[in-house]
Each structure stands twice: as C-alpha cells, then as structure tokens.
C-alpha cells in the first residue's frame, strides 16, 4: 500500500503546477483522498478532498477558487491542479487516502515540495 | 489562529503519563469525531486515533484518545524517548465544511 506524489518545485508567483500522487496495492477507485500541506515552521493545513467517485469535493477557503482535486481511477492517481500561486501556498503537500470520517488519513505518501518565489 | 486549538508544547519523563488537549466548537469537535496523527520528525503523518478513541492495529495501547464537549485529549502512558514528536488533533467543521487541523503540540521526552 503505498501513496507517491510527484510535480513539485520552485514556481513564481501567479504561476501553475499540477500535484500528482501515483496510488498502488490496493483498490484506488474504493477511497477518497486529502491533501495536506504543511508551510515551513508551521503545522499540518487541510487542503481539500475528494470522494472515491469524484462525485463530491471540498476545499480550504486559503485554496478555494485556486486549487482543484481530481482523480483518474483509470490510473489508480490523484491531482492537485494549482493555479494563481502566492508565496503562502510554499509547502511540503502530502496526498493521503481518507479513513472512516472526513478527517480520517490510514496512508500518507512522502510529500513534494512546492516553493513560490520569484 | 486555527478553530482547534492545541497548547503548543508537552513535556515528560520515560515512563510518565501525558495528557495533551484539544479545544474546538459545537461546529467541529462537539459534534463530530476527533482524529489524532503523530508526526515524527522527518516523517510523514500517522494516524493513531480515531473516531475519538479507536486505535488502528499497530498503535499500541499506551495511546488514547477522549472526547467531551467540545474537548478532546490525548494521553501517553508509560512515556518512551520514541513518543517525541508533534501531535495534532483534527476534525470536520460544519461552518468551514472542511477538515480542521488544531497547531498541534509538540512534545519532548526530557
């Protein structure tokens, strides 16, 4: 069971960047994910999740209107599509399969890093 | 300021019993579930309790978890050196329909 997330780096301010997190030993389609993130000094932040189907998706007033989930079940992956990228979205973001209720994580991939400057 | 607040800090000797707590609202903790993950440092997240005070398998049993209004605690019996880490308690939010995070508390093993 295991969760890899990929795109990260360093992007300027106003900038896109697209997340992905490659899901493998179990059945993708079955769950919902969360992102994490986590600014430098700072604790864990929410950042949105998604039902197992696509169906339904929610996100952190920091991201709504910026930020969008999705999944390819096809692909067993799950997206962060990042636009409009401010110096406060600069973080270590963690892909995380929900448990029981919202706030559940059983599985929480490495993290990738993702920087804005410029 | 997150909705869930957690005291910034924790201390205790090997062996000791601690207790961290976790504040929120009739929003968030008082009506829903509380989840606590640990985080060592250089590591991702693990959860350790959930549902307010279910374990999943290979947490031990020194760790749990309780809720009461609108708190939540979690305690470590028989504290060891490997406890160190940061601690955060999370829950759903009605008003934010969102996953709150408290700031977590840090906590060191003297």
């Known amino acids: 069971v295991q969760l890899v997330e990929s795109g990260g780096g360093v992007v300027q301010p106003g900038r896109s960047l697209r997340l992905s997190c490659a899901a493998s030993g179990f059945g993708f389609n079955n769950y919902g994910f969360h992102w994490v993130r986590q600014a430098p000094g700072k604790g864990l932040e929410w950042v949105a999740v998604?039902?197992?189907?696509?169906?339904?998706?929610h996100y952190a007033d920091s991201v709504k209107g910026r930020f969008a989930i999705s999944r390819d079940n096809s692909k067993a992956t799950l997206y962060l599509q990042m636009n409009s990228l401010r110096p406060e979205d600069t973080a270590l973001y963690y892909c995380?399969?929900?448990?029981?209720?919202?706030?559940?994580?059983?599985?929480w991939g490495q993290g990738t890093t993702v920087t804005v400057s410029s | 300021q997150s909705v869930v607040t957690q005291p910034p800090s924790a201390s205790g000797t090997p062996g000791q019993r601690v207790t961290m707590s976790c504040s929120g609202s009739s929003s968030n903790i008082g009506t829903k579930y509380v989840y606590w993950y640990q985080r060592l440092p250089g590591t991702a997240p693990k959860l350790l309790i959930y549902r307010n005070n279910q374990r999943p398998s290979g947490v031990p049993d020194r760790f749990s978890g309780s809720k009461s209004g609108t708190s939540a605690s979690l305690a470590i019996s028989g504290l060891r050196s490997e406890d160190e880490a940061d601690y955060y308690c999370?829950?759903?939010?009605?008003?934010?329909?969102?996953?709150?995070f408290g700031g977590g508390t840090k906590l060191t093993v003297l």
């Open positions: 999370a829950a759903w939010d009605d008003n934010l329909s969102g996953v709150v």
């Open positions: 995380a399969r929900l448990f029981g209720n919202f706030p559940g994580m059983d599985v």
């Open positions: 998604v039902w197992h189907d696509g169906s339904n998706k």
